[in-house]
């Protein structure tokens, strides 16, 4: 018994090495890939009413999984994680407060959560999945912006040639694709809200185009 504890603690603290706490100490203030555009002041200053509202879901962890989704042991230690199961059929999400899972292909999702508990969700992953599986914490290199409005699916329809009728596209229904000539993954969240995932390196670009697209419509920015 006594090897067996041992054995145990010794998994249990190599597993815990395999995760690095990508949060710094308070000393140091996070900062989103549009920390600069300074959302809360254009929210304070700028127009109360338009057709299309943007705001900016920052500093979110982002977590890539990997796994087969024919191990129901697999399946089951997800949800003893997150709490909600991972979506199977192609193109849907699942959520469960804070936590959003988006299917990327048959075996891939795309895992939000708070930003905070990243780390300690990394953990329990290591924890309790079974068998080959792989997560990567790409947190630093996306962000995620909320388009909503009554003129969001026409601000859309500008960008991607994706059906966005209510039909073709549902709430909860996701997608990759290009977006103004960079790419995005939506999420339907709402009648008239969508969730935007777009990489750092082109979020000004897209913030930018944001701009300009919205004009005939009225821009209201939200913090």
Known sequence: MSDLNNMTAAESAATKAAVMNQVPGPEIEGQS??????FASLAKQ???TGGVHLRELKLLGHLTLRCNPA??????AVERVLGVALPLQPLTSTENGNYSIRWMSPDEWL???PGLETFDIE???RDEMPGHYS????????????????NAVELLKKATSVDLHAKSF?????VSTLFAKSTATIRRTGEQRFELVIRRSFSDYIWLWIQDASLEFGLVVEA
């Open 33 to 38: 890939p549009l920390h600069h555009a300074d």
């Open 135 to 150: 997560l990567v914490n790409s947190s630093g290199g996306s962000t995620v912006l909320e388009l909503s409005g009554e």
């Open 111 to 113: 895992i939000l959560v």
């Open 46 to 48: 700028g127009p109360k």
């Open 170 to 174: 549902p709430v909860g229904k996701v």
């Open 71 to 76: 191990n129901a042991d697999q399946l089951a």
């Open 123 to 125: 953990t329990k992953f």
